[in-house]
């Protein structure tokens, strides 16, 4: 069965971590994600939502606890090596994803890694920065690069891996407007399964169907929509006017 056609891409049951004995990061967590889904993780600082990212990656191993990655229990390396290649995970920094001289190199690195000849590696690389708008983005120096455009740049390198599930930690933090809008644009139109980290509700609201509430190491409730209060400023604030939600997801009010 092609994995595409998978109930559930993620599943995690009872899943306990703590770091060097200390006190437990995650405390029996529980949550799973059905394939093609486009979800949101929130919750305070230090809640544990970046470290159940890793323990699904299998860079942090757990105390307790199962993870499934589309039916298949992640138990030894050899189980985590074969979800990395399904599975693509988006650091919050860009710069600890970015560490080659130019674009194309990094981008062209998983597709290397992943066992493809060079000439087919530049060619997933060149295709994937096509994809996202950035052609001509390929001889650039990747750390001359702007905030914005490393982010962009970071998502290119996990998406040239083609994976079939994408983790992605605060993937809208220190974007400019115009990119911003269009990382929205780019989530949207990807037909893949998503889980964001994020503290950007609006960001949420337009790309995810459903959003995981977490705090204190576990998963306190899934809602469709979870109320929230934000900030913002702009000119001629004083003056009478009246905000239209902006909704992209699926033309929802």
Known sequence: MD???KDTAIEVEDLT???NNHDPVLKGLSFSVKTGEKVGLVGPNGCGKTTLFLCLMGFLR???GHIRIFGREMIKEGDFKWARRRVGLLFQDPDDQLFCPTVLEDVAFGPLNLGFKPKD???IAKDTLKALKLE???NRVTYKLSGGEKKLISLATVLSMQPKVLLLDEPTNGLDEETYFRI???FNNLDLTCVFISHDMDFLANTTQK???MKNGKILSEDAKIPHYHMHAHELGRVHHVHRRLMINDGKE
């Open 184 to 186: 929205i644009e780019i």
């Open 62 to 64: 757990p105390l307790s």
């Open 121 to 123: 590696a530049i060619q």
């Open 211 to 213: 959003i995981f509430m």
């Open 17 to 19: 971590f703590s770091y």
């Open 3 to 5: 994995l595409t056609e």
């Open 136 to 138: 001509g983005f390929e």
